[in-house]
């Protein structure tokens, strides 16, 4: 009988040792393996929100960048920021400024959700593959690592929602005056497969990838870099008590806009061009009223780039490269700070090198 008590009590207290463990590894943070459902919805929330911010606040620059892009070289309409900008408001009226912004924010809230939860996913195992090769499990990111997640993350997220990206573009496009008007998104998507198949809502999807992979990689890059060296280097103390201010943190994410879209802008120019070809009666600001030469077809990237140079000039591939400067800096910097305070309001964790 006593040999039972024993039993029991040993029972017991390896029972309160467990709990006891259990609670104290909770309160450290360390988490059985897998991301929770609900930190999964909390990150997926933050980036869609960021998103969604984000975009809205540049809508008009966002479309006149792209009729910059896409408009007749022989009917020029829009002929800078300012010229631009003043054309939509005087033709098109408060409403012209945000054409397109609905769908740009239907494209962009999942975009932005998978792109943010892709990143964190992907430098999670990134990071225990790294650790795992080198032997060292207190290694970090390097900025080489991170630009190959951003750029795993950008992929993901821009495949997924690729036809939302097509027809947006020719929403955007169109005015009061195109011949036949998209009612919405899904008028414009049930219209593109029965005029143009299924295979025309990818069109441009390969300058797209090829040019997401160095601007959502460098824009991850050189974001979490800034932020890791102000940690480290607490450079005029702007980085107290391991905090990041808002405006630093505004900085540091107009810093990588500004180098990913330069490096991948040419890239977004020819997709934009590519997702027009094909188009029944298109708007006027891409057949040019009539008046002119018409439009050029593209059978492809290569064809597209090398008509591009060869009619417009290398040039060409930057059109409305300063709106979109001016677009880019605060879209990134607005993205980054709302996901990251997003974030702070549901509790989740951020950091990945944590």
């Not at 991301?35 to 960021?50: E, F, M, N, T, Y």
């Not at 990134?126 to 190959?148: F, M, S």
């Not at 993901?156 to 169109?174: C, H, K, W």
């Not at 050029?296 to 400067?325: C, I, Q, W």
């Amino acid at each position: 009988m006593a040999s039972e008590d024993v039993k029991t009590s040993e029972s017991a207290v390896s029972t309160i040792v467990n709990l006891a463990e259990e609670a104290k590894l909770a309160r450290e943070g360390v988490k059985a393996p897998g991301p929770a459902l609900l930190s999964i919805c909390k990150s997926l929330v933050a980036g869609g929100v960021a998103g969604g911010v984000s975009r809205t606040a540049v809508a008009p620059l966002e479309r006149l960048k792209i009729l910059l892009q896409v408009q007749n070289p022989h009917s020029i309409k829009y002929n800078g920021t300012i010229q631009g900008l003043k054309y939509i408001w005087r033709t098109e009226g408060f409403r012209g400024m945000f054409k397109g912004n609905g769908t740009n924010c239907a494209r962009i809230v999942p975009n932005s959700a998978v792109k943010f939860f892709s990143y964190e996913e992907a430098s999670k195992g990134i990071l225990w593959l790294y650790r795992q090769q080198t032997g060292n499990d207190d290694a970090q990111l390097t900025p080489l690592l991170r630009l190959g997640a951003g750029a795993c993350a950008g992929i993901i997220a821009m495949s997924a929602t690729y036809p939302m990206d097509m027809v947006r573009g020719r929403l955007t496009v169109q005015t009061d005056k195109s011949p036949r008007q998209y009612r919405g998104i899904a008028h414009a998507l049930s219209t593109v497969l029965k005029e143009e198949g299924p295979r025309a809502l990818y069109k441009g999807w390969l300058p797209s990838v090829i040019g997401v992979i160095p601007y959502v990689g460098l824009n991850f890059a050189v974001y979490e870099s800034l932020k890791d060296w102000l940690f480290k280097t607490k450079p005029f103390g702007i980085a107290e008590d391991n905090e990041l201010g808002v405006t630093t943190r505004l900085a540091c994410g107009a810093a990588a806009g500004t180098v990913g879209q330069t490096v991948a802008y040419p890239l977004d120019v020819i997709r934009r061009r590519m997702q027009m070809v094909g188009w029944k009666d298109a708007a006027s600001v891409v057949t040019g009223d009539g008046r002119g030469k018409p439009p050029l077809e593209y059978t492809g990237m290569v064809d597209a780039f090398r008509k591009t140079v060869r009619h417009e000039g290398f040039g060409a591939l930057y059109k409305g490269l300063v709106p979109n400067s001016v677009k880019v800096v605060p879209s990134i910097a607005i993205a980054f700070v709302t996901y990251e305070m997003v974030k702070d309001v549901l509790g989740v964790e951020m950091r990945i090198s944590d």
